[in-house]
């Protein structure tokens, strides 16, 4: 049951916004499940807004806790443009609005308002919320470029509507307003977007009563009656409309937003609200989010499971946002307006958290968006130069690294979607990999000494920034400085740029430029680069190959620029979605890593453990078992973690930031039962179902219109563990599925149960793909070490090692066997690890005492040599001049062993 938050039932309004009663079981849709609190506090950090899926506008209250609304008091204004669920300064909250009663207030710490966020009525398309201090009803709803507010006034001689142009919880840059009629208002902002972007905006702003003074307001300057002005950097500036207001008297504003100009923004306005009716529009976005949210149906005798399944639905298709006007104009990464003439132009792409799980679920539900979206970042790179690592509206951004791009590009094409131009993505993605575009932070940052040296190196040192002047240099960047780090958090750097150089080498196969493809397969192979076997992590490593980070510490976190990016060694061992098989290889095998994998979730019910659900990094791995012929494990961990980490709970039904939906797509795959662990590929890995029953209605133009259809038998939190499973009526004995199996009417069958069916899918071609399919192959030769030795002296012994299968590590163990009756069979007295790639060969040397006279056997594997030991003359030893005091001691203190 949802907590002190109203929802409201299409049965129970009156053209929307009026009172709002009980609905039954039967009569909700999807729609009805949505709440938008989960995730409205310090986890989850999502917004709330009126906005339709996918809109340019996103507009909705802004708060004195920016990313904690269900915690906050006050509503400070509201605004036109919002990004959900992230952290650092990307809920832009641009372009303010605020009514007010009484004096004329310019500081939002003067004019902003108490407010009840649990008495607040929000629902997809729709909100609404009560000014305490002004005893304002303010209602939003919104088209995809226009928001609409209705705002409803008391009896009150002064009332006011204030235009805060330089509201932002970023950072504001300048702009303009005009007042041209006693019912508009026009102008432009400049903005800094997330990690350093910066973009421009265009408003026109109209309202439903004239009104009767209005002026401006300059820094800390009142100007009464004045029509315009603007101002440059940072400052205040914004404009107020006095109106007379009877009791309970409406006022509408709509505000059409443009990134191109002015008559954008105007036209924006004539084609999606031409009216003024707040009742149609509200009911219009209903039905839009209704009809989305119904593609899926789920079926489960627990109403909260489903709140959370459609809530987490919602959240993740609010972004990215259509960038382009109603006339298809668009303003590009080179700073020209261009015409989008066969797709919707998208920006906000979060890529680093995004191609995880959003697009692939973009993918399967709404591919006609995936491909305008593959098709904007092909034009981002037409234009600016470069896909993009992170893309704001109209630029790059500094914001995290890897390129991610590369990897929705792959992923969309393997899954069908191949109505763009695959050549020139191609291009895109090679230049991407190849050229480094030194001196800002959004090309992959530095590539050429990962290419050079098979790593990011930790030392790579800083670069003087081209753009210091505009931008802010994001991860481990300094503001007001003129450099930034050449690589960012080393580890992370490298592991995700080795599965980017997989993604641009699986492209290069499908368009049969065989020479590419084997070099960047290649390349995706330099995860092994930063794996220390001696210590069975991935750590940093400095230009000249040493290993840095001293003294080594898998549970330390790294900044952004030290080690790893938002994890530790914990994390990011494991990301190696396109090799996991390579990975299992240098972990010494498959019972190494089951055990490391087991470990890193000790503790995981008590909130203890190394495994973090709370961010992208690790996300994948529950999922691994299935890899190594141990599926079970992975349903125990996926089943406990979509019942008890993912709620229906306000505070903390989601985890962490929901970083643009990435969390919730996350828990919506893992929900329905499958996962895409490796973006890029057609495979989906198979989890725990949590549904009795899922039906996805599929796209008409991409799939036919078919319908993909999952039951889960005998299903509850106790039979959490797969028994069986059938496709389309036929047994089906793999740990992981394919696209295609999906969407052509796919029909999956779980059969479940309270016991871990440790027989089931754990045969050959029962794992998911990985680059390597084989183990290595060591061969040892060479054996060498001296013939002879004294007793207590230390030897030098050597052995060749050569590896004739994949790559991976080479546990070398040295055995001695001697005449001591303790030690007549072989004991270990040295190893060494080292990562062998395929015909790699490597002498091993090891520096080890020899204790006792007679025949010494060394052995490595099959191997063996002798070493021939003298009878020590104890005499000469303990009666010797030699200038041992601790000898000489001994003799003094006549406690000499009897020599026989």
């Known amino acids: ?36 609190l989960i995730g409205a506090a310090e986890q989850g950090k999502t917004i709330v807004s009126s906005a339709r899926p996918f809109a340019m506008v996103k507009p909705g209250p802004d708060t004195e806790k920016r990313r904690n609304y269900l915690h906050s008091k006050y509503i400070t204004g509201f605004s036109q443009l919002h990004i959900s669920g992230t952290g650092g300064n990307a809920q832009s909250a641009v372009l303010g609005i605020m009514p007010t009663t009484g004096e004329l207030r310019i500081d939002p710490k003067a004019y902003r308002s ?28 919104s088209t995809d470029r226009v928001a609409l507010y209705r705002f409803k006034f008391p009896e009150a001689e002064q009332s006011n509507i204030l235009i805060d142009i330089s509201h932002a919880y970023n950072v504001y840059r300048g702009g303009s307003i005009e007042i041209v009629n006693d019912s508009t208002i026009v102008g432009t902002g400049k903005y800094n977007g997330y990690h350093g972007s910066s973009f421009d905006i265009a408003y026109n702003i109209q309202f439903s009563k004239p009104f009767s003074s209005s002026g401006i307001w300059k820094q800390d300057e009142v100007f009464h009656g004045q029509k315009s002005d603007s101002i440059e950097g940072r400052g205040s500036l914004g404009a107020f409309l006095d109106f007379n207001t009877e009791a309970d008297e409406t006022i509408l504003v709509k505000i059409g ?54 809530t987490a639905l919602y959240h993740a298709m609010l972004s990215p946002s259509v960038i382009s006007d109603v006339d298809n104009h668009y303003q590009g990464f080179d700073g020209l307006v261009h015409e989008a003439e066969d797709f919707n132009y998208y920006g906000e792409f979060s890529l680093w958290d995004t191609y995880r799980t959003v697009h692939p679920l973009y993918v399967l539900l709404q591919p006609q968006r995936q491909r305008d979206m593959v098709v904007s970042l092909l034009k981002i ?3 600016g130069g470069w896909l993009p690592t992170w893309a704001w509206s109209e630029g790059y951004t500094g914001g995290m690294f890897g390129d991610h791009s590369v990897s929705v590009i792959l992923d969309s094409y393997v899954k069908g979607i191949q109505d763009f131009d695959v050549n020139i993505a191609y291009e895109a ?12 932070p959004w090309s992959r940052r530095g590539l050429y000494k990962y290419m050079e040296s098979g790593f990011a190196p930790e030392d790579a040192g800083i670069t003087k920034s081209l753009v210091a002047e505009s931008h802010a240099y994001g991860p481990g960047g300094a503001k007001n400085t003129g450099y930034y780090p050449e690589v960012s958090g080393s580890v992370s750097t490298t592991l995700e740029y080795a599965y980017n150089d997989w993604c641009v080498a699986e492209m290069a196969n499908i368009l049969g430029r065989k020479d590419d493809a084997e070099y960047f397969s290649k390349r995706a192979r330099n995860y092994k ?38 994890g530790n060694a914990w994390t990011y061992t494991w990301y190696v979605p396109h090799d996991i098989e390579g990975l299992v290889n240098l972990m010494e095998g498959r019972d190494v890593f089951i055990n490391k994998l087991d470990t890193a979730f000790l503790g995981m019910e008590s909130d203890q453990s190394y495994y973090d659900p709370e961010n992208e990094p690790d996300i994948h791995y529950p999922y691994l078992y299935n890899y190594v012929k141990a599926p079970w494990k992975t349903q125990q961990i996926v089943r406990h973690l979509t019942e008890n980490i993912f709620t229906a709970d306000h505070e903390t039904g989601l985890p962490g930031d929901d970083d643009v939906g990435t969390m919730s797509a996350w828990y919506i795959f893992s929900s329905m039962g499958f996962y895409p662990v490796l973006p890029g590929s057609d495979q989906y890995v198979i989890g725990s179902p949590l549904f009795d029953e899922v039906k996805i209605f599929l796209d008409e133009k991409y799939y036919g219109g078919k319908v993909l259809h999952i039951e889960s038998v005998n299903n509850s939190s106790e039979n959490k563990y797969i028994q069986s499973m059938k496709l389309n009526g036929e047994d089906f004995d793999k740990t992981w599925i394919t696209h295609g199996d999906l969407v052509d009417n796919g029909h999956l069958v779980f059969k479940m149960g309270d016991f871990p069916n440790k027989n089931r899918a754990i045969g050959e071609n029962a794992a998911p793909m990985s680059m390597t399919t084989s183990s290595p192959d060591f061969v040892y030769s060479d054996l060498t070490a001296p013939e002879n030795a004294i007793a207590g002296e230390n030897v030098n012994v050597q052995v060749k090692v050569t590896n004739k299968g994949s790559h991976g590590t080479a546990l070398v163990r040295l055995f001695q066997s001697d005449r001591n009756i303790h030690f007549r069979m072989q004991h270990p007295i040295g190893e060494q690890r080292l990562v062998l790639d395929t ?10 005492p020899i204790y006792y006279h007679g025949t010494n056997t060394l052995s490595v594997d099959t191997l063996s040599t002798s070493i021939s030991v003298p009878r020590p003359d104890f005499k000469k030893r303990y009666y010797s001049d030699e200038k041992n005091q601790y000898d000489k001691q001994i003799v003094n203190s006549r406690e000499v062993p009897a020599i026989n």
């Not at 993605?429 to 800002?440: I, R, S």
């Open 381 to 383: 790179a037409e234009q």
């Open 529 to 566: 680069n930063v794996f220390d076997p001696n210590v069975g992590f991935m750590r940093p490593r400095n230009s000249d190959g040493s290993w840095a980070m001293h003294p080594f510490g898998p549970t330390i976190s790294g900044q952004h620029s030290q080690f790893y990016c938002e």
């Open 114 to 141: 108490k407010f009840d966020p649990q008495q607040a009525t929000a629902e997809p398309g729709y909100c609404s919320f009560l000014l305490d201090d002004y005893n304002i009803n303010a209602e939003v709803t």
């Open 839 to 848: 015909d790699e060969s490597k002498v091993v040397e090891f520096n080890v």
């Open 429 to 440: 993605m090679y230049k991407n990999a190849t050229e480094q575009f030194v001196g800002v």
């Open 257 to 310: 937003i443009s990134y191109v100009d002015i008559e954008g923004a105007k036209r924006n306005i004539q084609e999606e609200l031409s009216h003024w009716d707040f009742d149609a529009v509200a009911a219009e976005s209903k039905k839009i989010w209704k009809d989305l949210l119904s593609k899926v149906k789920i079926k489960s005798p627990e109403e909260n499971k489903k709140i959370t399944f459609y």
């Open 1 to 36: 049951m949802l907590k002190n938050f109203k929802i409201i039932s299409a049965n129970c309004l009156i053209l929307l916004g009026l009172s709002a009663c009980e609905t039954t079981n039967e009569e909700k849709s999807p729609f009805d499940y949505v709440d938008m």
